[in-house]
């Protein structure tokens, strides 16, 4: 189609603006290219090209596409200058001054502004203030040019030189010239295309105020422009809106509008249909994830993304893909940010440990290159000096601490200034921990303390929350009053739930991952003294051995006890709301616990913290500990990556993107207890496989976990293993660990315990005779599915009380309430049902009850935790994930097992997964058989051996897969019922 006269180029520019409105934007983009090459290929160009070259510019800007649109704004350049044309010369090369400056070529852009010295002079003489500005103008003058004219130029000038100001972090230049551009495009009886110019500059004049710490202001200029923007003919300047609020709400601490508004970001662009924009859009968003502690999902984004900017040759993308990769890893294996008060023997050993894999990254990390934003560009330098920082490279860190101060000290913006602030206070304080040294600690308080005030002003809520807590731990170091440092935690504990409220509960739980507690911070520093103690006894003198080693293992008793009392209290606030502390008590006898401790029995207990686990090992005259070189996040990151498999298992049903508080973070809530799988054929194939998979990752944990050493030179009649489990541990099913080449149920017996002790001492209440209390429900209604197993279950669980002659009160398809009258009534507990997890609601989580009307009732785990359940010895939860333990935001994990154990229930059996009706009745029937004869966890044990050799009785589907014995977990005392 030929676009040589006005009426021909007219309409096609109007095809391609009917194509913009309607969200075709690349489809726009291709066909203002056609028209610009046509017309620079065989027309003479006129003041009617203007448009095109500015919707070009503009979409280029967007989508990415700078390369090509530069050469084609090059060339009209060209044949402007030979048509002596000096006014629409330099419009096209402010346009291409845009493209310079959206893509970071920053040098480029202030070379081509020299290149018009000739008519507005020379651009490093002008002053930026009205007097000067309105001297520069008068200054400017182009051949055959009217006012017109001059005010298109003027704003599209001052657009680019405020841009460019900006860019460069001279914050207070850049608004004087974005505002007199407005000026300029605002006039009375300006042309359409300076007003087009109107909505940049003000985007650009919200940017700056943003970046220069002006928040408020910002927030002005941004609301009024929404309604403004969300508009189908301008995508382009809603998304960049968007993408200045949510930077805005992360920098004030709404995290969740943020992260909101950010995905709508990236769903904008994948409108679009430019891989570029989508591209750019995925590193914005990784970007919150990281800082969210996302780090797994981010991961995500940034490797697709890596991958394919370097299909598209798009060298930049890629490298800023890579940073945020290095990035990204450095926020999952450190949280410098958050570490407890000192530093231990485990941050010696990580200086070492991480020093190769330190050197690797820095190898990569190049920071060297201006990023297109001033703020974004300091942002990198600071996340790596946190890094560094993380990793105790103290000499490194304050290296890039001085080039951090040396580069950015030019800038006006106070925002900056302030997190430069903000380093160095957390550089001398960690340069104070590192050498024992007051003085620096004593400095590090000054610079906190004096720009906390300013933090409030300006209402940087995520800096004045980090801020407070390393005053804390000065404060806590230079020995303050009591009162005032609990003052001053309170408050720090309040700044963090306002930040946190704002997310999503999902969300909250990834971003707590690293925050610490106050009691997690001082069960740290109870660690680090053990650690500290530890060193002597390894290095000490043989004289002195016995002494130091019997403090040790005292400390560690006084330790242990502790984190119990610490877990029940953790309990207590989440299913009770009670707010109480941690009380100290005097530990009981370290003796009592090493005699008691059974012989054939080693007890692992784990407890995560932020930034390292520590593992407990106990036996008979056996009392040890580990502390583990990992973060809390990289081990959630871990069990999740089961998780994904079992979701595979379930035939895709279950897969959703967006994670919620479970341990299977991507599952739906309400779970069905029957799979009806065909295990035959093609889907045994793929679940062989996934298995296969399976076997790696719990492979990995077990070696993250250091699992071989806890377990190397046991006794050979070690025949049980207790795991105390903690955090997301709750959900992963150790029976699969591999261990010498065999699954770790081949080894031992396993079973669950939520405190050290293991066990708890029999109630002082006695019931004449036994009794069973045996209910199924398997009606279903809109919400759960009709479950077929449950009375053919109920039969064989039946047959066993009565072949022991225990009295039973059996109840199918019963109410609520009759279950509640005979539950504390009874010693044994048998229950088919389904299962419901509200989030933050334990009035509305619990098993569920359907009558035969269809009315649906749940009897809560708030109502569990308030029975006294201290005569039931032993409860059997059959139904799907009835095992499965929920994150909350909090960090605590609560669950149906525990619950019913802290209610005084001695034993539980569940499943943290899916079971199919077939295989649940050959299980259950099993299992209860080999209480006859054995121990509560050595009934479990062989009959997950049983399924593994696929001799489950009257079962004729294979067993032997992982995933349909390993997720059966005994919860509590593992003794025989008798």
């Known amino acids: 189609m030929p676009y040589d006269t006005f009426v021909e180029l007219n309409t096609a520019f109007e095809l391609a603006e009917t ?25 003479r160009l006129v003041d009617a090209d203007l448009k095109v070259i500015q919707s070009l510019a503009d979409l280029a800007g967007l989508l990415g596409e700078f390369q090509a649109a530069d050469d084609l704004l090059c060339g009209a350049v060209d044949l402007y200058k030979e048509s002596k044309n000096e006014c629409l010369a330099d419009y096209t090369c402010l346009r291409r001054i845009q493209l310079c400056i959206d893509r970071g070529t920053l040098d480029q852009a202030q070379d081509l502004l020299q290149e018009m010295a000739p008519r507005i002079g020379d651009i490093n003489n002008i002053q930026f203030v009205l007097p000067g500005l309105l001297r520069w103008e008068a200054g400017c003058f182009w051949h055959d040019t009217d006012s017109e004219d001059r005010t298109v130029l003027f704003a599209e000038l001052y657009l680019a030189m405020g841009r460019l100001l900006a860019a460069l972090g001279q914050y207070g230049e850049a608004l004087v010239a974005l505002q007199r551009g407005l000026f300029h495009a605002e006039g009375e009886k300006v042309s359409s295309l300076a007003q087009q110019t109107i909505l940049p500059l003000k985007l650009a004049i919200a940017s700056v105020l943003q970046e220069k710490g002006h928040f408020e202001d910002a927030q002005t200029y941004l609301s009024d422009l929404e309604s403004q923007l969300n508009q189908p003919q301008h995508p382009e300047h809603f998304i960049h809106w968007l993408e200045l609020s949510g930077k805005l709400n992360l920098l004030l601490g709404n995290l969740g509008t943020s992260l909101k508004q950010f995905r709508q970001v990236q769903e904008r662009c994948c409108q679009l249909r430019s891989q570029r924009a989508v591209l750019r859009s995925n590193l914005s968003l990784a970007h919150i994830l990281i800082f969210l502690n996302q780090t797994s999902a981010a991961q995500s984004y940034l490797m697709d993304t890596q991958s394919d900017a370097s299909t598209i040759d798009d060298a930049a993308l890629a490298a800023r893909a890579d940073l945020l990769l290095q990035l990204c890893y450095a926020r999952s294996r450190s949280l410098v940010v958050n570490s407890p008060v000192e530093l231990s023997v485990f941050g010696m050993n990580k200086k070492i440990n991480n020093k190769q894999a330190v050197a690797e990254v820095e190898a990569r990390l190049d920071l060297s290159t201006q990023s297109s934003n001033y703020l974004t560009w300091f942002e990198d330098r600071a996340l790596a000096f946190q890094w560094q920082l993380s990793n105790l490279n103290l000499k490194t860190a304050g290296d890039l601490l001085q080039h951090i101060k040396k580069v950015f000290n030019c800038t006006d913006s106070v925002l900056i200034k302030i997190q430069i602030r903000v380093l160095e206070g957390t550089f001398a304080y960690y340069e104070g921990t590192e050498n024992s040294d007051l003085t620096k600690i004593y400095q590090a308080h000054q610079i906190l303390e004096e720009i906390h005030p300013q933090l409030q002003n300006i209402g940087l809520r995520p800096e004045l929350w980090q801020v407070q807590r390393i005053l804390v731990w000065c404060r806590t170091r230079l020995n303050y009053p009591l009162p005032e440092i609990e003052a001053l935690t309170a408050s720090t504990n309040y700044l963090l739930e306002q930040i946190t409220s704002s997310l999503a509960p999902e969300d909250q739980v990834f971003y707590l991952l690293n925050k610490w507690t106050a009691d997690e911070e001082y069960i740290a520093a109870q660690i680090n003294q053990l650690q500290r103690l530890q060193l002597k006894v390894s290095t000490g003198a043989f004289w002195l051995f016995l002494w130091q080693r019997l403090q ?36 009981a006898s370290l003796w009592l616990r090493l005699l008691t401790h059974p012989k054939d029995r080693i007890t692992l207990s784990f407890l995560i913290l932020p930034d390292r686990v520590l593992v407990v090992k106990t036996g008979r005259f056996l009392f040890d500990f580990h502390v583990i070189l990992t973060t809390r996040l990289e081990v959630r990151n871990q069990v999740q990556h089961w998780y994904k498999l079992i979701k595979n298992i379930n035939n895709g049903r279950d897969i959703y993107d967006q994670p919620i508080n479970s341990i299977d973070s991507n599952r739906d809530i309400n779970y069905h207890r029957d799979m009806n799988v065909n ?49 997301i541990l709750h959900g992963f099913p150790f029976a699969a660990i591999r261990y010498k080449e065999k699954y770790l149920i081949e080894h031992y017996a396993i079973s669950i315990a939520y405190e050290s002790k293991g066990r708890r ?3 002082n209440s006695i019931i004449s005779k036994q009794k069973a209390l045996v209910v199924g429900v398997s009606n279903g209604n809109k919400q759960f599915s009709f479950l077929k197993g449950v009375k053919p279950e109920l039969k064989q669980v039946e047959d066993w009380l009565d072949r022991n002659h ?27 049902c389904h299962g419901t997890f509200e989030l933050n609601q334990p009035d509305q989580s619990g098993l569920v009850f359907i009558s035969d009307y269809k009315e649906q009732e749940i009897l809560s785990l708030r109502e569990l935790s308030e029975m006294n359940l201290t005569n039931l010895r032993h409860a059997t939860l059959s139904s799907c994930w009835s095992a499965d ?35 649940a009745v050959s299980f259950m029937t099993r299992f209860y058989n080999y209480l006859d004869k054995f121990p509560r966890d050595e009934a479990l044990h062989r009959t997950q051996l049983d399924c593994l050799n696929n001799c489950l009785p009257n079962c004729n589907v294979n067993t032997d897969s992982l995933f349909l014995w390993a997720g059966f977990n005994l919860y509590g005392d593992y003794t025989a019922l008798n």
Request: proline letters at 5%; hydrophobic letters at 40%.
């Open 885 to 919: 333990h929920f994150i909350l935001p909090g960090r605590w994990i609560i669950s149906l097992p525990e619950t019913l154990w802290r209610s005084g229930t001695q034993s539980i059996l569940g499943c943290l997964w899916k079971v199919d009706d077939k295989i």
């Open 19 to 43: 194509k913009w409105l309607q969200g075709n934007l690349l489809g726009a983009y291709d066909d203002l290219c056609k028209i610009f090459t046509h017309r620079l290929l065989y027309s």
């Open 761 to 763: 001492s029999p109630s």
């Open 806 to 832: 225990i009295h039973r009160f059996s109840f199918v398809n019963s109410s609520k309430s009759t279950v509640v009258e005979n539950l504390s009534q009874v010693t044994l507990l048998h229950i088919a």
């Open 552 to 587: 040790l293992i005292q400390q560690l008793n006084a330790l242990v006890e502790h984190i119990d009392r610490y877990k029940d209290v953790l309990a207590k606030r989440t299913i009770k709301g009670d707010r109480i502390k941690v009380p100290f008590l005097p530990p």
């Open 679 to 727: 295990w035959q054929g093609e889907y045994e194939e793929e679940m062989a496989e996934v298995a296969n998979v399976g076997q790696e990752v719990a492979k990995t944990l077990a070696e993250m976990l250091a699992f071989p050493k806890l377990l190397e030179g046991l006794p050979k009649d070690i025949r049980a293993l207790t795991i105390v489990p903690d955090d």
